[in-house]
């Protein structure tokens, strides 16, 4: 038992140092993947277990020795097979039983082998560790972290009047050079801000005026009021342990406010005010919790489904599929979110303008790539969020921290283009955490919250904040602001929580008795009744574009985001071609040998390890692939883009030429190297059962992906019954020599009827009789029976269970796309 329990953990810490040697090697998930799934096959397929050792060709024995996994196997057979309870003799035997059974797979028989096995991996243990070490040691990550930088300027083709009201005007000097200081900024910032005033002036409108007519597209421009807006969730069990009895945690107290067009509204507050949550409450973002309080669009009650065509959402974390152009996200965005009766002509002209209006020009064909790994930098991905969701032509525009984690020049060039999109004539608010003063002074109004979700400041910011300013410094014991200090920092540090205590006041009740307050009320009440001959938000469905274009669109970004792949797509088809080469070569010309039952034991030994590895490899490579595009599609169908079935469906269909082209490859090769019989049938059979087995297992790979919350979770979940469906294969245990009450799981176990299929099709039929080993006599179709209890008049049932399978994965997929949403907002 002991030196059992011995080899296993030692097996188990070659492994572990195998899989870390590869990964530290890849350095890439996918091709980790990839490269782990070849070396247990290679160390699995060599093992002396699928073929003996006396069967491994000339060419490939040296594998044989150089396999970790025979030495953890010699020693846990040796200690197993020379144990006292087989040691009797079998009738007609010499030999004990345990001899025997190691002599008829080729296996060594001496004890000394446990500990030459013990030996062999424990070597193995210190020489992967060390590849480890050397590999974290002097292996850079692949590709570069670098983000594209345009050759062209920053600020191309700009005219100063662009900037009015806070936007950001550099130099070609200054945007070309590498050393661009804050200060230069700021100043460049000021000039521009010290015309600006509350009050919109007539050069704003002037400008609006022109932009407006710019734009291909007109849209329809919206307020957004709220009046005594309540947002609770259920109290968490931690709080309850703690004595709070109530049965709900409130984290918006009745905040009420107006969002005007052409208005630039700050939405501030310390950590834990509230600001998202408020931004998430009025874009229909929430998941779960319970929301009280009146939210209307330009005078009418808001309807989620018809605001949703109306508005955008810049979230915090810059979501975009990775393997597509910036133009591409564009055009994806406008054709998905674009009304229908909109012609693809003006369409790209709409594209144009707003790459114009967010200066993207530069980076039409950048690939966005993954962030801090590849392609666009932070600022330039702020900019793509921010066009992305302009090009569906929204009245209201909702920004989430635009400017977090950016240095001074990132975020100025980010600033001037919301700036710019507000002189458009549209509604914007950005959440905003401790800005500088040039970023808060390119904002028109505030929107200011304390700890608890109730609103301290609502109204004008004005020139150098000083409506702001008089404000605070109007109640008693506030300290006045020091000359050139930052208005946001100021006005944050005396309305902290502490300084409420320390003044003996609430700065809600302050507000609430406040003449600001009351003129709020009125705009408020005012802006809530519908404008006289104004009609309510309507749209006769649901969607912008048909079931049709939505399932055509998702196809086409799917067809980009897999062509520009190669970690997945080409890394696939090279590990599949070197597969079937080197099975080619280990199991050559076994196919036409029916002499025994082991060869037929070894021509299924080759099906099982091909259908069993690349199956695997399949399902555990489309994972990070899946994982990636499901955290797009949430904030996609969020934005009311396209309804689940078209993305799941595009997903399942994009998948199936790419393994159409993999099952090809692999079948040509293996058997044609293998020597199976050229008949058009029994080919066409072979290439039918690997095409629809590594269907189903691509499936399966995503389907655990889509019922899991993360990567980690899936990937454990499917390997657990990777190694179930490898016990029931049919291989390793025939379904006659199974207990009874575990022959239930056979029939369902998916890789049994795939060797069921491949084996009968190839070998079901023949009626050759077995000249050597224990079933002579017996023809190859009586020994499939009897043996494994295939029939080739089974085949049809074996079809169609098949084609089942791959149906059935797929609509898992599917429905559970639709049904589940892990985000929990």
Same mark, same amino acid.
């Given at each position: 038992?002991?030196?059992q329990?011995?080899?296993?953990?030692?097996?188990?810490?070659?492994?572990?140092?195998?899989?870390?040697?590869?990964?530290?090697?890849?350095r890439?998930?996918?091709?980790?993947?990839?490269v782990?799934?070849?070396?247990?096959?290679v160390?699995?397929a060599?093992?002396?277990?699928?073929?003996?050792?006396?069967?491994?060709?000339?060419?490939?024995?040296?594998?044989?020795?150089?396999?970790?996994?025979?030495?953890?196997?010699?020693?846990?057979?040796?200690?197993?097979?020379?144990?006292?309870q087989?040691?009797h003799?079998?009738?007609?035997?010499?030999?004990?039983?345990?001899?025997?059974?190691?002599?008829s797979?080729?296996?060594?028989?001496?004890?000394?082998?446990?500990?030459?096995?013990?030996?062999?991996?424990?070597?193995?243990?210190?020489?992967?560790?060390?590849?480890?070490?050397?590999?974290?040691?002097?292996?850079?990550?692949?590709?570069?972290?670098?983000?594209?930088?345009?050759?062209?300027t920053?600020?191309?083709?700009?005219? %100063?009047?662009?900037?009015?009201?806070?936007?950001?005007?550099?130099?070609?000097?200054?945007?070309?050079?590498?050393?661009?200081t804050?200060?230069?900024?700021?100043?460049?910032v000021?000039?521009?801000?010290?015309?600006k005033?509350?009050?919109?002036t007539?050069?704003?409108?002037g400008?609006?005026? +022109?932009?407006k007519?710019?734009?291909?597209?007109?849209?329809?421009p919206?307020?957004?009021?709220?009046?005594?807006v309540?947002?609770?969730?259920d109290?968490?069990?931690?709080?309850?342990?703690?004595?709070?009895?109530?049965?709900?945690?409130?984290?918006?107290?009745?905040?009420s406010?107006?969002?005007?067009?052409?208005?630039?509204?700050?939405?501030m507050?310390?950590?834990?005010?509230?600001?998202?949550?408020?931004?998430?409450?009025?874009?229909?973002?929430?998941?779960?919790?319970y929301i009280?309080?009146?939210?209307?669009i330009?005078?009418?009650?808001?309807?989620?489904e018809?605001?949703?065509?109306?508005?955008?959402?810049?979230?915090?974390?810059?979501?975009?599929?990775?393997?597509?152009t910036v133009y591409?996200?564009l055009?994806?965005?406008?054709?998905?979110?674009?009304?229908?009766?909109?012609?693809?002509?003006?369409?790209?002209?709409?594209?144009?303008?707003?790459?114009?209006?967010?200066?993207?020009?530069?980076?039409?064909?950048?690939?966005v790539?993954l962030?801090?790994?590849?392609g666009?930098?932070?600022?330039?991905?702020?900019?793509?969020?921010?066009?992305?969701e302009?090009v569906?032509?929204?009245?209201?525009?909702?920004?989430?921290?635009?400017?977090?984690g950016?240095?001074?020049?990132?975020?100025a060039?980010?600033?001037?283009t919301?700036?710019?999109?507000?002189?458009?004539?549209?509604?914007?608010?950005?959440?905003?955490?401790?800005?500088?003063?040039?970023?808060?002074?390119?904002?028109?109004?505030?929107?200011?919250?304390?700890?608890?979700?109730?609103?301290?400041?609502?109204?004008?910011?004005?020139?150098?904040?000083?409506h702001?300013?008089?404000?605070f410094?109007?109640?008693?014991g506030?300290?006045k602001?020091? %000359?050139g200090?930052?208005?946001?920092?100021?006005?944050?540090?005396?309305?902290t929580?502490?300084?409420?205590?320390?003044?003996?006041?609430?700065?809600? %009740?302050?507000?609430?008795?406040s003449?600001?307050?009351?003129r709020?009320k009125?705009?408020?009440?005012?802006?809530?009744?519908p404008?006289?001959?104004?009609?309510?938000?309507?749209?006769?469905?649901?969607y912008?574009?048909?079931?049709?274009?939505?399932?055509?669109?998702?196809?086409w970004?799917?067809?980009w985001?897999?062509?520009?792949?190669?970690?997945?797509?080409?890394?696939?088809?090279?590990f599949?071609?070197?597969?079937?080469l080197?099975?080619?070569?280990?199991?050559?010309?076994?196919?036409?040998?029916?002499?025994?039952?082991?060869?037929?034991t070894?021509?299924?030994?080759?099906?099982?390890?091909?259908?069993l590895?690349?199956?695997?490899?399949?399902?555990s490579?489309?994972?990070p692939?899946?994982?990636?595009?499901?955290?797009?599609f949430?904030?996609?169908?969020?934005?009311?883009?396209y309804?689940?079935m078209?993305?799941?469906?595009s997903?399942?269909?994009?998948?199936?030429?790419y393994?159409? +082209?993999?099952?090809?490859?692999?079948?040509?090769?293996?058997?044609a190297?293998?020597?199976?019989?050229?008949?058009?049938?029994?080919?066409?059979?072979?290439?039918?059962?690997?095409?629809?087995?590594?269907?189903?297992?691509?499936?399966?790979?995503?389907?655990?992906?889509?019922?899991?919350?993360n990567?980690?979770?899936a990937?454990?979940v499917?390997?657990a019954?990777?190694?179930?469906?490898n016990?029931?294969?049919?291989?390793?245990?025939?379904?006659?020599s199974?207990?009874?009450?575990?022959?239930?799981?056979y029939?369902?176990?998916?890789?049994?009827?795939?060797?069921?299929?491949?084996?009968?099709?190839?070998?079901?039929?023949?009626?050759?009789p077995?000249e050597?080993? %224990?079933?002579?006599?017996?023809s190859?179709?009586?020994?499939?029976?009897?043996?494994?209890?295939?029939?080739?008049?089974?085949l049809?049932v074996v079809?169609?269970?098949?084609?089942?399978?791959?149906?059935?994965?797929?609509?898992?997929?599917t429905?559970?796309?639709?049904?589940?949403?892990?985000q929990?907002?």
């Amino acid at each position: 038992l002991f030196r059992q329990y011995f080899a296993l953990v030692l097996a188990n810490q070659m492994a572990s140092g195998l899989f870390r040697f590869i990964a530290a090697t890849a350095r890439n998930m996918i091709v980790a993947n990839t490269v782990g799934s070849f070396a247990l096959l290679v160390l699995f397929a060599l093992s002396g277990f699928v073929l003996s050792r006396d069967d491994i060709k000339s060419w490939w024995i040296w594998g044989y020795w150089i396999s970790p996994m025979m030495y953890g196997q010699t020693a846990l057979m040796v200690n197993e097979f020379r144990g006292n309870q087989w040691s009797h003799s079998l009738p007609g035997s010499t030999e004990a039983a345990g001899i025997d059974v190691l002599k008829s797979r080729d296996f060594f028989q001496e004890p000394k082998w446990y500990w030459i096995g013990v030996g062999g991996l424990i070597g193995f243990i210190i020489l992967f560790n060390i590849f480890f070490t050397v590999a974290l040691t002097y292996l850079n990550p692949f590709g570069s972290s670098r983000a594209v930088i345009s050759e062209q300027t920053e600020s191309h083709e700009q005219t %100063d009047g662009i900037g009015v009201g806070g936007s950001i005007q550099l130099t070609n000097n200054e945007s070309s050079s590498n050393n661009v200081t804050s200060s230069a900024i700021q100043e460049e910032v000021q000039r521009s801000i010290s015309s600006k005033s509350s009050s919109v002036t007539e050069a704003t409108i002037g400008t609006i005026s +022109i932009k407006k007519k710019g734009m291909v597209l007109p849209f329809e421009p919206h307020s957004i009021t709220f009046d005594n807006v309540v947002y609770s969730v259920d109290m968490p069990q931690e709080m309850k342990e703690q004595g709070i009895t109530e049965d709900r945690l409130v984290l918006l107290k009745g905040v009420s406010g107006a969002f005007r067009p052409g208005v630039l509204t700050a939405l501030m507050g310390v950590s834990g005010a509230g600001k998202t949550t408020l931004m998430d409450v009025l874009a229909g973002r929430k998941t779960g919790g319970y929301i009280d309080g009146n939210i209307t669009i330009s005078g009418f009650p808001k309807k989620q489904e018809t605001f949703a065509r109306v508005s955008g959402y810049c979230e915090q974390n810059d979501i975009h599929s990775p393997h597509v152009t910036v133009y591409e996200s564009l055009l994806y965005s406008a054709w998905l979110r674009l009304p229908a009766e909109v012609k693809a002509e003006t369409r790209k002209m709409f594209i144009e303008e707003v790459m114009e209006l967010v200066e993207l020009n530069p980076l039409r064909q950048a690939i966005v790539g993954l962030p801090g790994v590849n392609g666009l930098s932070t600022e330039q991905r702020k900019r793509l969020t921010i066009a992305v969701e302009l090009v569906a032509n929204p009245s209201i525009i909702f920004m989430d921290e635009p400017t977090s984690g950016l240095d001074a020049r990132a975020a100025a060039i980010v600033m001037r283009t919301v700036r710019n999109t507000v002189d458009t004539g549209r509604t914007v608010v950005c959440t905003i955490h401790q800005p500088s003063i040039d970023i808060f002074e390119a904002f028109d109004e505030l929107f200011l919250m304390k700890r608890g979700g109730q609103e301290i400041y609502v109204g004008p910011l004005g020139h150098h904040s000083k409506h702001l300013i008089k404000y605070f410094e109007g109640i008693q014991g506030v300290s006045k602001i020091k %000359d050139g200090y930052n208005p946001a920092t100021w006005m944050l540090e005396v309305t902290t929580t502490a300084q409420e205590l320390a003044l003996g006041v609430d700065f809600t %009740d302050i507000y609430k008795n406040s003449d600001l307050y009351r003129r709020n009320k009125v705009l408020i009440e005012d802006l809530s009744k519908p404008a006289p001959g104004s009609k309510e938000l309507h749209f006769p469905t649901q969607y912008s574009q048909s079931f049709l274009t939505q399932c055509v669109a998702c196809l086409w970004k799917q067809h980009w985001s897999y062509w520009r792949n190669p970690p997945y797509t080409a890394v696939r088809f090279l590990f599949t071609t070197v597969i079937a080469l080197m099975f080619g070569t280990m199991f050559w010309d076994l196919g036409s040998k029916m002499n025994s039952g082991q060869d037929l034991t070894n021509a299924m030994g080759s099906m099982y390890a091909a259908v069993l590895f690349l199956g695997v490899q399949n399902s555990s490579s489309v994972q990070p692939v899946v994982v990636v595009e499901r955290t797009v599609f949430y904030r996609e169908r969020a934005a009311g883009m396209y309804s689940a079935m078209p993305y799941a469906i595009s997903q399942v269909i994009i998948e199936m030429p790419y393994i159409f +082209i993999q099952a090809a490859t692999y079948g040509l090769i293996v058997y044609a190297m293998i020597g199976f019989e050229w008949t058009a049938a029994k080919f066409f059979w072979y290439l039918f059962f690997m095409y629809f087995t590594l269907l189903y297992f691509t499936f399966y790979g995503m389907m655990a992906v889509a019922v899991t919350p993360n990567y980690h979770i899936a990937s454990i979940v499917s390997a657990a019954f990777y190694g179930i469906w490898n016990l029931f294969s049919g291989f390793i245990i025939p379904r006659p020599s199974m207990p009874v009450w575990w022959q239930w799981y056979y029939w369902a176990c998916p890789v049994a009827w795939t060797l069921n299929g491949l084996f009968v099709s190839q070998f079901g039929d023949i009626k050759t009789p077995l000249e050597d080993g %224990d079933f002579v006599g017996q023809s190859v179709e009586q020994y499939l029976r009897s043996r494994y209890g295939f029939r080739h008049d089974f085949l049809g049932v074996v079809v169609a269970v098949i084609l089942g399978f791959a149906v059935l994965f797929a609509s898992i997929f599917t429905v559970s796309i639709k049904l589940f949403n892990f985000q929990r907002r």
